[in-house]
């Protein structure tokens, strides 16, 4: 079935640190990717999103490539801020006709950046 | 626009009770969601619906029933509650392909 599987986690880094968060997908249809990040307290919301292979998704400084070859959407930043804290998910749409908009979330992974 | 609106913010219950966690978008939604976020294990599915009077199981819909009596709300409904269902609930909706949460109902039950 279709899965998501994030790096384990937490992460911790110093303020203009570079960022990379590891998601891979299974390879069942042709999902498009996302990643949603949760700050403290408060629902997820979409940090960035690819419909297809090579295509590049990016927003406030972060980037995501659609790599189907190794069925890859690592998330990067190359500076990071206190204020990019937050629990980052990485998610693919579901495979079929009949996947009503429906996501498979990864495990989430949680980031700390330290001034 | 409110967007997705979830009440309580928090919830204790004791084993057995019951209770229902609101849910209602103003976006004019078609597609809604249920989800619960338990530490370190990501969102699960738990009910979805497609449109008003249409609604069908996920990934962990036991414990739990929904209703869609209308396109802005979408109920949750914990029968008997268990210490199991102690989580963050969170519902969402979404008319193309990006998701729209709510904030997030975080239940007890002890």
């Known amino acids: 079935g279709d899965s998501v599987t994030q790096m384990e986690g937490p992460v911790t880094l110093s303020e203009e640190a570079f960022l990379t968060i590891n998601c891979t997908y299974t ?25 297809k292979a090579d295509d590049k998704g990016s927003n406030k ?3 995501a490539t659609y790599r189907k ?28 006709g009949t996947s009503y908009g429906k996501l498979t979330f990864g495990q989430g992974t949680i980031l700390t950046v330290h001034p | 626009n409110a967007g997705v609106t979830q009440t309580p913010k928090f919830r204790i219950l004791k084993i057995g009770q019951s209770m229902t966690l609101q849910c209602a978008q103003d976006m004019n939604h078609n597609y809604m969601y249920w989800y619960r976020q338990d530490p370190g294990m990501g969102l699960k599915l738990i009910y979805y619906s497609v449109g008003a009077g249409i609604t069908d199981k996920g990934e962990v819909p036991n414990g739990y029933n929904v209703s869609r009596s209308t396109t802005e709300d979408f109920p949750l409904r914990l029968e008997l509650a268990a210490p199991s269902q102690t989580s963050v609930y969170f519902c969402a909706s979404t008319q193309g392909w990006e998701q729209f949460f709510g904030p997030g109902t975080r239940l007890t039950v002890l």
């Open chain 1, 27 to 51: 390879a069942t249809g042709y999902p498009s990717l996302f990643w949603y990040v949760q700050y403290p307290g408060e629902g997820l919301q979409l940090l960035l999103k690819a419909t």
């Open chain 1, 61 to 63: 400084g972060f980037e």
């Open chain 1, 69 to 96: 070859e190794t069925t890859s959407f690592h998330l990067e930043k190359g500076s990071v801020q206190v204020s990019d804290s937050a629990v980052y998910f990485c998610a693919r749409s579901n495979a079929g």
